[in-house]
């Protein structure tokens, strides 16, 4: 079965405080995507990437960074955590943007 | 920019009956793609469904068919014989005409299946 998987389910950080969340996939996919989900604002794209160490800025890239240096792994970055970044977190994987996308299970962040 | 609006952001349904979940896209493009995901209690998203907008046939997997009229920008999403499994949020989505590769999705649609 194809995969992504995202290394924390539920994240508590302080504000202020530097944030990796971290997302591997394992199907050799060129296209990765942070997306975030909050109730009734349905999924918002961060970053997407199409290429290893290529990146494209979403629709609310504000407040973060990614990171892509392997094909397999795409690390979204909260420089200084603040509340407002509270939020699920989801990362995807695809061969291409009109493609079948594949999720992650999702990191729900917490910033107290 | 692409918009996407799922007007009903709640619907219910009977197990066995019907229901048709509504979404509307507002493009000028006419090469296009649409989806629907489904996002269950165990926060997984998965593709339900998939339509290619050059295609005049609607899509159907099983279940879950589309309704997709391309002049009125509306993609509705039909499952036929609800069952409790089919209990989740509904994302439609649009991706993908002329130099925009960003998917696009809609707000949700959150979908109750009574026994």
């Known amino acids: 079965d194809v995969k992504v998987t995202q290394s924390s389910r539920y994240l508590v950080k302080r504000t202020g405080e530097k944030v990796f969340l971290e997302c591997v996939q394992d199907m050799d996919h060129e296209n990765m995507f942070w997306y975030r989900q909050d109730p009734g604002l349905g999924l918002r794209l961060i970053y997407f990437?199409?290429?290893?160490?290529?990146?494209e800025k979403g629709d609310i890239p504000e407040g973060y960074s990614v990171s892509r240096e392997k094909k397999e792994r795409f690390s979204l970055i909260l420089e200084s955590a603040s509340t407002n970044q509270t939020s699920m977190y989801l990362c995807a994987s695809s061969t291409g943007v009109w493609e079948k996308l594949f999720f992650g299970s999702g990191t729900q962040l917490s910033v107290l | 920019a692409q918009t996407v609006t799922q007007s009903q952001p709640e619907m219910s349904v009977q197990e066995a009956e019907t229901v048709t979940l509504s979404c509307t896209y507002d493009t000028s493009e006419s090469d296009y793609y649409l989806f629907w995901y489904k996002q269950p209690p165990s926060r997984q998203m998965i593709l339900v469904i998939r339509?290619?907008?050059?295609?005049?046939q609607n899509a159907t997997e099983n279940r879950f068919s589309v309704n997709f009229q391309k002049a009125a920008k509306s993609f509705s999403l039909k499952i036929s014989d609800s069952q409790l499994g089919d209990a989740a949020m509904y994302f439609c989505a649009y991706c993908c005409g002329g130099s925009n590769y960003k998917l696009t999705f809609g707000k949700g649609t959150l979908l109750t299946v009574n026994p």
């Open positions: 339509q290619e907008a050059y295609k005049q």
């Open positions: 990437s199409y290429d290893v160490k290529m990146k």
